[in-house]
Nanobody, 121 residues
Framework: QVQLVESGGGLVQAGGSLRLSCAASGSIVRIKTMGWYQQVPGKERELVAFITSDGSTNYADSVKGRFTISRDNAKRTVYLQMNSLKPEDTARYYC???????????????WGQGTQVAVSS
């Protein structure tokens, strides 16, 4: 019903930049909150950043000042601009969106398949 597709991951050197994109499609009435989580093998999935429908943002302390989240409502897309990348940023990054559909008006969480980010020293 709702699909999220990420892109933009890759391998970069420390200090470099990447921009992740996540496009939502399906029977969407409204996208409330969109954001990104990161996960490494054997670890819990952790919140990186999110942005609400009114543009309010929130960042994990570890990425504050380096990453910027934004959204394009016309394209139903959320972006994560990742600057000054560090080796500890290496993870699989998952897009999420809280979406109102025809079936539910309170909003449900949907997840993308993830995109891999690797930062070398």
């Amino acid at each position: 019903q709702v699909q999220l597709v990420e892109s933009g991951g890759g391998l970069v050197q420390a200090g470099g930049s990447l921009r992740l994109s996540c496009a939502a499609s399906g029977s969407i009435v409204r996208i409330k909150t969109m954001g990104w989580y990161q996960q490494v093998p054997g670890k819990e999935r952790e919140l990186v950043a999110f942005i609400t429908s009114d543009g309010s943002t929130n960042y994990a302390d570890s990425v504050k000042g380096r990453f910027t989240i934004s959204r394009d409502n016309a394209k139903r897309t959320v972006y994560l601009q990742m600057n000054s990348l560090k080796p500890e940023d290496t993870a699989r990054y998952y897009c999420f969106a809280n979406v109102e559909t025809i079936s539910t008006t309170y909003g449900r969480n949907y997840w993308g398949q993830g995109t891999q980010v690797a930062v070398s020293s």
